[in-house]
């Protein structure tokens, strides 16, 4: 049990008021212990073709699982307890008395040694988020075991703080002229109800643990509903988090695993349940439409976007071209904040060494994506593999569009697994009027060079796409500071966040957690943001109470 | 000019952090110049059938005007500027740049500046508060006055403290292992776009200006659609924040009146334009819930509610039945916080003195709020005046329901004004299953004794109520602390604060700014509170922008 908790979320409060550099956790895996590697990976191979049994939830009416490995291409066997909605919401309902009246010390203590607990598990995780969601093992160790906690540990810090923002008591004194009238106050933060969080298939615990968390500190029971294809790395974060419940005597139905399939899916029987009234959604924008068209929820969501990156004008193009041949192809690029379209003007970009063709671009793009992916040391770590079957056909369905092609999408051969699911990023090339290729989400390895008229055409395409679509980010190269104040104030306008001229190991995907703000709430990619101090304080309700002294 | 302002939000901020009494400007009229009261009724006998014509607006499309005094009962003569929703919208856009350019330090400044100016006007406004809306003067001076002003400072100083919370620009640095990624971040509170402030008819500035003042110093561009039997003490206001925008070179459409007729509303107009994006409301729940469910805005609400007393056991019946009789009668019952149904088990209650039966309870309650009506120093002066025609028959309808009347609503003669329309508080008696009766809201001066099985059914059908009708407050008198502890429990989970045993000058009707929570936001009396952080951050949306080093 961490003794000194409060100072660690205090610290880690003070780093998010900061925004300066902050991690909770190593995200290098040689920080951990020697043998922390090998372990994971005995008990990830372990738990293949087996029950999940480490869940401290009765009354289950069958066993689901059906998670497959995009390295392997075989499911993994692994069965998790299934349980109707209504069995869920009852036990979360009588959760829910204990736990809002437990302490805001207690509650934080609790998740805190919680995510300790977790920590001890991160390279299990880790395999298990390779063998779901296709990322490769550092990604996954990185960003299912340290980034995840350390989002965690931004929202506990932050709800935290809020909750114990004002005075629990007061003496409230009012001079009356010739008397005082005094009144003893007090404020309570009054948890809304029970939390539900819907995961996504490709982040099983980066996108589920910031709301999860935010839903517990505030002193909501939550169920969380992973992807049916990407249970595993949550199911092991709710098993350590129920341990850690357990440990402290209080009910480990504060928090529950909801597993289902694709074909009988539980998702809106749990949404739409009237004692559900709070949810954190991941996933595609039809469905989160839906989700937060619900009456009388308050509904957090981060859902599609098409992110974009404006190429006005740069030093050096080699390096450009490198930081975007990465950042497109970091997990295939199926991340949210992955580039998609790459505007350039038609007359190409100036650079230090001469103007360079709008042609001379796209072959520098095309160039860098395929060297990269058939760089033997970087393209099968860098690509992963697809999620599954659906992106994987979208690159094929974009490749054959009729849209001019300047890289084919390729499969990548990985040493370890011979059977994975790969596909390097294809590079379309279309011109700013051909909306119908460009002008939507085309999540996965997948890059459009949009010819525009000139740079003014680029930002208002950009600026009109993330106003529309929506966007969780957008990169700019220029070299002139007037075109990236424009460039900044137009696109923060539409509530999009700009990177400028990122090179090296800065890259327009990472997000880091304590200093950038992940989705703004402010445009269609999504309606909230990880972590303002919104997030956690729509989860609860301040009353006060007043007493005659 | 306010040279120290930054100093007075920075102490109402921690006075409202420590929720302890605090005041920005003075409640008593006496604490004011000897001879601004004379001056303040001088100005507002000068603008009655006059053209209003202190807003710096142009291209106005006529004159407009519809207030009675519920004092004098005749029309009030002023008219008002109208404008089309489109001109005002697009107004309130062309200012929107230069306002949420202008910095956070700025708009603190001007907004602080505009509520001094508003100060040196309280009594005009005080009398133009009475023959709008039918309060006492002292009422109409503290409501429309100095308590507005302070709920505006308050948001005000929670909106400077929220918008400052995070470094403007950060160097974030990252040890990579042999070298240091250096990002220069800046975090920007980007404005969500031109907001609406929909007023009420019986406290047009005071449910009004928190608002308003929270969306403008977020930045937003604000549009005030007053209540069309309301508009001079707002009208006032918006003329001296026109003139703390000039004084300050800034544009005066940053903010807007925007007054209509009952027989042509433009609100709808207004608050469907894609461009509004945040609108407040205070009024009726149909209406309410009309504007909560408009697609794309960010909506504050505050709407009807149902309060409840649950009146249990006491020491001293008498002081009781004189508190709640002025809660109920002050200002005719027009106040979002005033009872309506007041709880007693069929047994009666406990006292010092032995037990009070029902009926008892049902005769004190009804002789204390006779009494009062019918006291010359205290009756005309609590009620004031009945501000509409529908409110008046309400009482009448109540009156006839066929339900019993334990104290009928006499026509209160007012010396000063002969021909004010006045109603003292009506007292029925129903039973507790007599629904029809007491479960919905009677606006007015309607006060229902139900009568229950036992103090459990008091305490279960007023959490019912509030959590199906909504409730602003709720009264509690009970001299064991179990019960206490049993009915704040269940009263807060409903999200209803509860005031306990108030008498002498304590009433459940005031809500102090700096210190109370003004509704909740958690049942559907409306969706948000003065003034939670919430009130401020939901205005804008914070982005970060990243720069290579």
Not at 26 to 47: I, R, T
Not at 192 to 213: E, H, M, Q, R
Not at 285 to 293: K, P, T
Not at 466 to 479: S, V
Request: overall charge negative; proline content about 4%.
């Amino acid at each position: 049990m961490s003794e000194n908790y409060k100072n660690r979320l205090i610290e880690a409060y003070q780093a998010q008021e900061n925004r300066t550099f902050y991690a909770a956790w190593p995200e290098n895996p040689k920080a951990y212990a020697e043998d922390a590697n090998a372990k994971g990976l005995e008990a990830f191979q372990k738990s293949l073709a087996q029950n999940f049994t480490q869940l401290d939830q009765e009354g289950s009416n069958g066993w689901v699982g059906e998670e497959i490995s995009p390295y392997m291409m075989q499911g993994l066997g692994i069965h998790y307890p299934a349980f109707s909605a209504d069995t869920l919401i009852s036990k979360a309902q009588s959760a829910q008395q204990i736990w809002s009246q437990t302490s805001v010390e207690k509650r934080a203590e609790v998740l805190v040694n919680a995510l300790d607990r977790v920590s001890a598990r991160f390279f299990e995780i880790a395999y298990a988020t390779m063998h779901t969601t296709g990322q490769s093992f550092v990604m996954s160790f990185q960003a299912s075991g340290p980034h995840a906690n350390d989002r965690a540990m931004e929202v506990l810090s932050m709800g935290y703080h809020e909750l114990t923002r004002f005075p629990q008591a007061i003496d409230w004194v009012k001079n009356m002229g010739k008397f005082d009238l005094t009144l003893k106050k007090t404020y309570k933060p009054i948890p809304k109800g029970v939390a539900l969080v819907i995961g996504c298939s490709t982040f099983p615990t980066w996108n589920t643990v910031p709301g999860l968390f935010a839903s517990l500190i505030t002193g909501n029971t939550s169920i969380v509903k992973p992807h049916p294809k990407s249970v595993l790395p949550i199911a092991i974060v709710v098993a350590e988090m129920q341990a850690a419940l357990r440990d402290a005597g209080l009910p480990t139905s504060v928090v529950q695993l909801a597993v289902d399939t694709l074909e009988s899916p539980i998702t809106k029987h749990l949404a739409e349940n009237t004692a559900v009234r709070l949810i954190d959604y991941t996933g595609g924008s039809a469905f989160g439409d839906y989700i937060e068209s619900l009456p009388g929820k308050v509904v957090f969501t981060e859902k599609a976007g098409v992110n974009s990156v404006i190429l006005d004008s740069v030093a050096d193009a080699q390096p450009v071209f490198g930081n975007l041949a990465f950042a497109a192809s970091l997990y295939s690029g199926q991340m949210c904040t992955a580039p998609q379209n790459i505007f350039v003007p038609e007359s190409g970009i100036a650079t230090a060494a001469g103007n360079l063709s709008f042609d001379d671009v796209v072959a520098g793009i095309s160039a860098a994506v395929k060297g990269l992916a058939e760089n033997p040391k970087m393209g099968a770590g860098t690509l992963g593999a697809i999620q599954n079957d659906i992106t994987a056909k979208r690159v094929t369905d974009v490749s054959n569009s009729g849209a001019q092609m300047a890289a084919a999408s390729l499969h990548v051969e990985n040493a370890e697994f011979p059977d994975a699911r790969t596909a390097s990023t294809v590079v379309m090339v279309v011109d700013q009027n051909d909306t119908q290729h460009w002008q939507h989400e085309c999540f996965g390895p997948i890059l459009f060079v949009v010819k525009t008229r000139n740079s003014q055409e680029s930002l208002r395409l950009a600026a009109a796409s993330a106003q529309n679509l929506g966007a969780i980010t957008c990169q700019c190269y220029t070299t002139s500071d007037a075109y990236a104040q424009e460039v900044e104030m137009a696109m923060n306008a539409v509530f999009t966040p700009v990177s400028f001229n990122f090179t090296g190991a800065a890259f327009v995907n990472q997000h880091a957690a304590f200093s950038d703000f992940h989705v703004t709430g402010g445009n269609p990619s999504g309606n909230a943001s990880f972590t303002d101090s919104q997030y956690v304080n729509r989860r609860f309700v301040w009353v006060g109470n007043r007493y005659m002294a």
